[in-house]
Antibody
Framework: EVQLLESGGGLLQPGGSLRLSCAASGFTFSSYAMNWVRQAPGKGLEWVSG????????DYADSVKGRFTISRDNSKNTLYLQMNSLRAEDTAIYYC???????????WGQGTLVTVSS | EIVLTQSPGTLSLSPGERATLSCRASQSVSGNYLAWYHQKPGQAPRLLIH???SRATGIPDRFSGSGSGTDFTLTISRLEPEDFAVYYCQQYGSSPYTFGQGTKLEIK
């Protein structure tokens, strides 16, 4: 069974930094692209960042480019999101999602809440 | 960036009825890489349809997707109580991978 478990969320002040983790199990992690998607309270879904499988090519939404860094450690089956210069508008539940080429994103974690507030 | 516009914003129907949800893209979706998800309160989104018309694993056949290019539709043939949720379309053919704003399917 595929499982994705996010961790690392919390409450922090504007300008702060945080690193989210997503621990994967039940599939060959290194063979799949991975993504971070966020959802602000009461709002819709927003893609944040993605990373390809083995070569680790990264991509970002304009709203986080230059502030967030996605990475992966295939030896630990873990996806990361380093978030710097956080703003109030980054407050959201952050989900990691497995990408299957041509077949959408079938597996998602339960999310971790990040709250940026003074 | 491809903007996805979903309609209606809210759809009020009764169990057993047919639901038709629309997703219109601002430009053609590459490869018809269009997915549908639903999301219940406090839960992560669940993939229903990928590639515009292919059901994801474990999704009942009352869910069907159609369309190509810029116009896509999700149809639920006979609503079950568990189908009432928020539905999102997503294009994953070209970055940035965008979502529609959602359609809330509520019990009438």
């Amino acid at each position: 069974e595929v499982q994705l478990l996010e961790s690392g969320g919390g409450l922090l002040q504007p300008g702060g930094s945080l690193r989210l983790s997503c621990a994967a199990s039940g599939f060959t992690f290194s063979s799949y692209a991975m993504n971070w998607v966020r959802q602000a309270p009461g709002k819709g879904l927003e893609w944040v960042s993605g990373i390809t499988d083995n070569d680790g090519v990264t991509d970002y939404a304009d709203s986080v480019k230059g502030r967030f860094t996605i990475s992966r450690d295939n030896s630990k089956n873990t996806l990361y999101l380093q978030m710097n210069s956080l703003r109030a508008e980054d407050t959201a539940i952050y989900y990691c999602a497995q990408g299957v080429y041509g077949s959408g994103w079938p597996n998602w974690g339960q999310g971790t809440l990040v709250t940026v507030s003074s | 960036e491809i903007v996805l516009t979903q309609s209606p914003g809210t759809l009020s129907l009764s169990p057993g009825e047919r639901a038709t949800l629309s997703c219109r893209a601002s430009q053609s979706v590459s490869g018809n890489y269009l997915a549908w998800y639903h999301q219940k309160p406090g839960q992560a989104p669940r993939l229903l349809i990928h590639g515009a018309s292919s059901r994801a694993t474990g999704i009942p056949d009352r869910f069907s997707g159609s369309g190509s290019g810029t116009d896509f539709t999700l149809t639920i043939s006979r609503l079950e109580p568990e189908d009432f949720a928020v539905y999102y379309c997503q294009q994953y053919g070209s970055s940035p991978y965008t979502f529609g704003q959602g359609t809330k399917l509520e019990i009438k």
